[in-house]
T-cell receptor, first 115, second 109 residues
Framework: EAGVAQSPRYKIIEKRQSVAFWCNPI?????LYWYQQILGQGPKLLIQ????????DSQLPKDRFSAERLKGVDSTLKIQPAKLEDSAVYLC?????????????FGPGTRLTVL | QKEVEQNSGPLSVPEGAIASLNCTYS??????FFWYRQYSGKSPELIMS????GDKEDGRFTAQLNKASQYVSLLIRDSQPSDSATYLC?????????FGQGTRLTINP
């Protein structure tokens, strides 16, 4: 079974530039998450999708971050304009919730450096 | 108060010994509890999940849950250098996963 795919793996941009990340979840997983992990901290949830609808975006800085999940499969996360404090690893995860499982599986992440 | 709290470490354990990692959480309605392992520069990898009070064993790993005390722990027996990593405790309620900051574990040969 293929895992969660993300691209690019690394991105370096200057502040005030824009950047986009892509995620393809595990086939059949209806729930998709974007996390931000700053060095030395645990992942922080930015947004959660159920199919193509947003379930939780309470911690998404909506003045600069946006995300979409068209057709309930792939998702993109965009930052515009980027700030220095956005330097982090952006993790995508997916899950299928059933009677005995609610495990999230993570992709390899995109490491963003904002200069 | 943080929702999920862990000692950030570093925790240093000699090879072959038992490593004990602890986690407390604030939401009494939490239903599912996970331990993820994260190697430096890699994404989190699930190693244990536990849903009811008591112990759950999987190979060298044992997860312990005490909902009354809002406490989750992970024991690693016969610790190996390859166990050196950051261990993240995560707690779920209403399909939302909240992570602790992680405990950095170092196994010394």
């Amino acid at each position: 079974e293929a895992g969660v795919a993300q691209s690019p793996r690394y991105k370096i941009i200057e502040k005030r530039q824009s950047v986009a990340f892509w995620c393809n979840p595990i086939s059949g997983h209806a729930t998709l998450y974007w996390y931000q992990q700053i060095l030395g901290q645990g992942p922080k949830l930015l947004i959660q999708f159920q199919n193509n609808g947003v379930v939780d975006d309470s911690q998404l800085p909506k003045d600069r971050f946006s995300a979409e999940r068209l057709k309930g499969v792939d998702s993109t996360l965009k930052i515009q304009p980027a700030k220095l404090e956005d330097s982090a690893v952006y993790l995508c995860a997916s899950a299928w919730f059933g009677p005995s499982t609610d495990t999230q599986y993570f992709g390899p992440g995109t490491r963003l450096t904002v200069l | 108060q943080k929702e999920v709290e862990q000692n950030s470490g570093p925790l240093s354990v000699p090879e072959g010994a038992i490593a004990s990692l602890n986690c407390t959480y604030s939401d009494r309605g939490s239903q599912s509890f996970f331990w993820y392992r994260q190697y430096s520069g890699k994404s989190p990898e699930l190693i244990m999940s536990i849903y009811s009070n008591g112990d759950k064993e999987d190979g060298r790993f044992t997860a312990q849950l005490n909902k009354a005390s809002q406490y989750v722990s992970l024991l690693i027996r016969d610790s190996q250098p390859s166990d050196s990593a950051t261990y993240l405790c995560a707690v779920t309620g209403a399909q939302k996963l909240v992570f602790g900051q992680g405990t950095r574990l170092t196994i010394n040969p």
